[in-house]
């Protein structure tokens, strides 16, 4: 049994919260199926709170279902890894420079307290707070363009590789984390001109410390960083 019943009817947060540890533990792991009825069961919740848990779940990423069939813990191959790197390239780089020209100065102190966590994380080793805080960064930005279609966009299309990064530790936490450090200046400051040099240098770093690698997972696995 992988999971533990609940003492009281759970809400979907609760249940969501309860797999998406189990996914970040290794104790699901990519590719595995889930069952409503056998979650529920488990959980000790209704059918219909376990299904809006995965739904929320599939919106983050974490989740994957395929048409007329089952739900899948998301599992990306290289291709796909490469494919949303070059997505986020055109995409993200835009957000970045459009955060710039809508960030308030109350924006600017949120991204930088979350900067400050995932540099935390970092010099903790703590791989875990890391992706989280990592996750949060990055969907701040979004919001701060003030365009609810490229947020969506964004998180539709770049949120699986973060739940897949989960998985995989960074190979260079300490690294990875600074690499932030120029988009938030660039964010508080409102340098529209300095954004997407921002964005580039953020981007080459990710891609250098080994970022865009994957290998399947009948080989060694590699680590991915964001």
């Given at each position: 049994m992988v999971f533990t019943k609940?003492?009281?009817?759970?809400?979907?947060?609760?249940?969501?919260?309860q797999i998406r540890e189990a996914i970040l533990a290794g104790t699901l792991r990519e590719g595995d199926r889930l069952v409503e009825r056998t979650l529920a069961a488990e959980l000790g919740a209704s059918v219909?709170?376990?299904?809006?848990?995965?739904i929320e779940l599939?919106?983050?990423?974490?989740?994957?279902?395929?048409?007329?069939?089952?739900?899948?813990?998301?599992?990306?191959?290289?291709?796909?890894?490469?494919?949303?790197?070059?997505?986020?390239?055109?995409?993200?780089?835009?957000?970045?420079?459009?955060?710039?020209?809508?960030?308030?100065?109350?924006?600017g102190l949120k991204l930088e307290a979350v900067y400050e966590e995932l540099e935390r994380c970092a010099l903790a080793n703590d791989s875990k707070g890391l992706v989280n805080?990592?996750?949060?960064?990055?969907?701040?930005?979004?919001?701060?363009?003030?365009?609810?279609?490229?947020?969506?966009?964004?998180?539709?299309?770049?949120?699986?590789?973060?739940?897949?990064?989960?998985?995989?530790?960074?190979?260079?936490?300490?690294?990875?984390a600074y690499s932030h450090r120029v988009l938030v200046d660039v964010i508080k400051n409102n340098d529209v001109q300095g954004a997407r040099r921002a964005f580039e240098q953020s981007f080459g770093s990710w891609v250098g410390s080994g970022a865009w690698k994957h290998e399947d997972s009948n080989a060694d696995a590699t680590s991915a960083g964001t």
């Open positions: 609940l003492e009281t009817a759970s809400l979907r947060t609760r249940i969501a919260t219909t709170s376990v299904r809006e848990a995965m599939e919106a983050e990423g974490f989740l994957t279902k395929k048409l007329n069939s089952a739900t899948y813990v998301t599992r990306l191959t290289r291709d796909d890894v490469r494919k949303i790197f070059e997505l986020r390239r055109v995409l993200e780089a835009y957000a970045v420079e459009e955060a710039c020209k809508q960030a308030t100065p109350e924006d805080a990592d996750i949060e960064f990055h969907k701040l930005i979004w919001e701060f363009t003030r365009n609810p279609f490229l947020e969506a966009a964004l998180k539709r299309a770049i949120l699986p590789y973060f739940a897949y990064a989960s998985i995989r530790r960074p190979p260079d936490p300490e690294r990875d």
